[in-house]
T-cell receptor, first 116, second 115 residues
């Protein structure tokens, strides 16, 4: 079974600075997707960024980028120019790439605080 | 609002009572998922549907839990004889098999408290 590990329960960053959230995963599959989801306090979970395992190029979405190391099974999220609105729980998630859209496997999350 | 909706948002019940939650997915999304999230944990998969067919159930889904999606649109999750360990946030998500990477869109969740 696939597992996702987020080793940082809490992180903090100064506003406008850069922070990196770590994620490792375990799988025997070669084709899969990886995601970072953001869950603000009392609000619903939204997708931040996604990465297909077959793509060597790291995904980027505005201030958010990933460092995908397939051999090391590592998938970290970098948030640049941090803003107060970035404060949230961040979850790393894995999904196998088979037919259809299978359930996500989540890590335990990292709570990010942004200090003004 | 065309996102995933869930009802109720909060439910407080006494141990032993039955509760039912509803999820309305994004229109025309044929996949619907239920996850459970306990305090300090990430969401854990419970079950999912493609249209009205229930394709997979997690081992977390005990016999007291049942989910339906009778017409392939909204879904209900029922918990019978609730226990304090059932207290959690129940999340629903939907996706379309037809869309690219088939992103899952999440609802706001139903927070269940069992006294």
């Amino acid at each position: 079974a696939q597992t996702v590990t987020q080793s940082q329960p809490e992180m903090s960053v100064q506003e406008a600075e850069t922070v990196t959230l770590s994620c490792t995963y375990d799988t025997s599959e070669s084709d899969y997707y990886l995601f970072w989801y953001k869950q603000p306090p009392s609000r619903q979970m939204i997708l931040v960024i996604r990465q297909e395992a077959y793509k060597q190029q790291n995904a980027t979405e505005n201030r958010f980028s990933v460092n995908f190391q397939k051999a090391a099974k590592s998938f970290s999220l970098k948030i640049s120019d941090s803003q107060l609105g970035d404060a949230a729980m961040y979850f790393c998630a894995y999904r196998t790439q088979n037919s259809g859209n299978t359930p996500l496997v989540f890590g335990k999350g990292t709570r990010l605080s942004v200090i003004a | 609002d065309t996102g995933v909706s869930q009802d109720p948002r909060h439910k407080i019940t006494k141990r032993g009572q039955n509760v039912t939650f509803r999820c309305d997915p994004i229109s025309e999304h044929n996949r619907l998922y239920w996850y459970r999230q306990t305090l300090g944990q990430g969401p854990e998969f419970l079950t999912y549907f493609q249209n009205e067919a229930q394709l997979e159930k997690s081992r977390l889904l005990s016999d007291r839990f049942s989910a339906e999606r009778p017409k392939g649109s909204f879904s209900t999750l029922e918990i019978q004889r609730t226990e304090q360990g059932d207290s959690a946030m129940y999340l629903c998500a939907s996706s379309s098999v037809a869309e690219g990477l088939r992103e899952q869109f999440f609802g706001p969740g139903t927070r269940l408290t069992v006294l």
